[in-house]
């Protein structure tokens, strides 16, 4: 099974900062992963697939680069709206598919 | 509006059943592969099943693998998740979810329910 860690867990910011938060992949995966945003008690969101691609819909803040092994997810100028926790998944290998262990966006 | 709205939570002794729906609309169901996904109190996402559009690829986590059984009916546009031998750790919200993808590779899921809560406990 392919494992996907994400860092940091958590991340206090400000509204206007740059966050990045990182996945890796126990394997090369090629491009096929995908980012969700995940606000509480809310189900989670597509924001970004194929590694890079803006879901419909989803501000052009976020953004997503990496493959093989590392990838990132950018939000270029936080809004009070982006504290959530965010949630990679890789889609080269199923079964299974396999989510990191997701990363807490919090207010400073 | 494409929705998908899922019942049949609820609390449930261990080595008890459950079954899980989820109801589709505003979208041909026949048409897409379905996921259900689960999530642990304070916990990550873990997926569980995955069925496709004809019913005919039907895959399963192991650690639910010989207990669930997914199905889905689509004349009714439901999907359906029953849970057998239920465990503590099964304790999760369930959340059905829509694939998304092209020529049948799966980019990730584009549509999901609300989730519904189960509770194993004596």
């Known amino acids: 099974d392919i494992q996907m860690t994400q860092s940091p867990s958590s991340v206090s910011a400000s509204v206007g900062d740059r966050v990045t938060i990182t996945c890796r992949a126990s394997?090369?995966?090629?491009?096929?992963l995908a980012w969700y945003q995940q606000k509480p008690g809310k189900a989670p969101k597509l924001l970004i697939y194929?590694?890079?691609n803006l879901q419909s819909g989803v501000p052009s803040r976020f953004s997503g680069s990496g493959s093989g092994t590392d990838f990132t997810l950018t939000i270029s100028s936080l809004q009070p709206e982006d504290f959530a926790t965010y949630y990679c998944?890789?889609?080269?290998?199923?079964?299974?598919?396999?989510f990191g262990g997701g990363t807490k966006v919090e207010i400073k | 509006e494409v929705q998908l709205v899922e019942s049949g939570g609820g609390l449930v002794q261990p080595g008890g059943s459950l079954r899980l729906s989820c109801a589709a609309s505003?979208?041909?169901?026949?048409?897409?592969?379905m996921k259900w996904v689960r999530q642990a109190p304070g916990g990550a996402l873990e997926w569980v099943s995955y069925?496709?559009?004809?019913?005919?690829?039907?895959q399963y986590a192991d650690s639910v693998k010989g207990r669930f059984t997914i199905s889905r009916d689509n004349a009714k546009n439901s999907l359906y998740l029953q849970m057998n031998s239920l465990r503590d750790e099964d304790t999760a919200v369930y959340f059905c979810?829509?694939?998304?993808?092209?020529?049948?590779?799966?980019?990730?899921?584009?549509?999901w329910g609300q989730g519904t809560t189960v509770t194993v406990s004596s």
């Open positions: 979810a829509r694939d998304y993808g092209l020529g049948g590779v799966s980019y990730g899921m584009d549509v």
């Open positions: 505003g979208f041909t169901f026949s048409s897409y592969s």
């Open positions: 069925i496709s559009g004809s019913s005919s690829t039907i």
């Open positions: 394997q090369g995966i090629g491009n096929w």
């Open positions: 194929v590694a890079s």
């Open positions: 998944q890789q889609a080269s290998s199923f079964p299974p598919l396999t």
